[in-house]
């Protein structure tokens, strides 16, 4: 069935410093593709997403490109901020669910 | 606009008790989630519900949970008799149309369900 491995965390980065965080998928067809945030005691939200392959999703700062051959859609950030502390979820659509990662806590040290 | 909306914020329960959680979608959404996310884990479908359908109970843990939902708005997951293994924050979340479409879901704030 379709799945979403995403790395472990926490990830634990100092402040200006470069983010990657891993997702993989496995799925059937052409599922679309979301980064969700969950700020510390706030509610999830979208981050961004993309729909098809190749298309690069991105908002404040974060970016992430859907790779096909790779099966992948790995969120990046060229200079954290202490205020990007929180857990991120991977996640893809499977029918009319969403399929997630296990999120992964980021910590930024100032 | 008003988002999406859960109540209790918090409810802490004896075992072996009944809960009632509730959940307001944003107006006009056709779609509706419920997710459980225990502590240190990912979030596990429960239910969804699109407009007039029959809802899609497939990720209910067992037959102790249940949902409906009214009028196409409101909806309530109800839990029988929960156990301790109950315990987590439940989610809700609605989107105006299903997730293959693209459309994002809008998640509430959750309800934290503590079960003694």
């Known amino acids: 069935g379709n799945s979403v491995t995403q790395m472990e965390g926490p990830v634990t980065l100092s402040e200006e410093a470069f983010l990657t965080i891993n997702c993989t998928y496995t799925a059937t067809g052409y599922p679309s593709l979301f980064w969700y945030v969950q700020y510390p005691g706030e509610g999830l939200q979208l981050l961004l997403k993309a729909t098809k392959a190749d298309d690069k999703g991105s908002n404040k700062g974060f970016e992430a490109t859907y790779r096909k051959e790779t099966t992948s859609f790995h969120l990046e950030k060229g200079s954290v901020q202490v205020s990007d502390s929180a857990v991120y979820f991977c996640?893809?659509?499977?029918?009319?669910?969403?399929?997630w990662g296990a999120g992964t806590k980021l910590i930024i040290k100032p | 606009g008003a988002g999406v909306s859960q109540s209790p914020s918090n409810k802490v329960t004896e075992k072996g008790k009944d809960v009632e959680l509730r959940c307001d979608p944003i107006s006009g959404h056709t779609a509706l989630y419920w997710y459980r996310q225990s502590l240190g884990q990912g979030l596990e479908f429960l239910i969804y519900f699109q407009g007039n359908s029959a809802p899609d109970k497939s990720g209910l843990p067992s037959d102790r949970f249940s949902a409906e939902r009214t009028g196409g708005s409101v909806s309530t997951l109800t839990i029988q008799r929960t156990q301790q293994e109950d315990s987590a924050v439940y989610l809700c979340?609605?989107?105006?149309?299903?997730?293959?479409?693209?459309?994002?879901?809008?998640f509430g704030p959750g309800t934290r369900l503590t079960v003694t």
């Open positions: 979340a609605s989107s105006p149309l299903q997730t293959t479409l693209g459309y994002e879901q809008y």
């Open positions: 996640a893809l659509d499977s029918n009319y669910q969403l399929i």
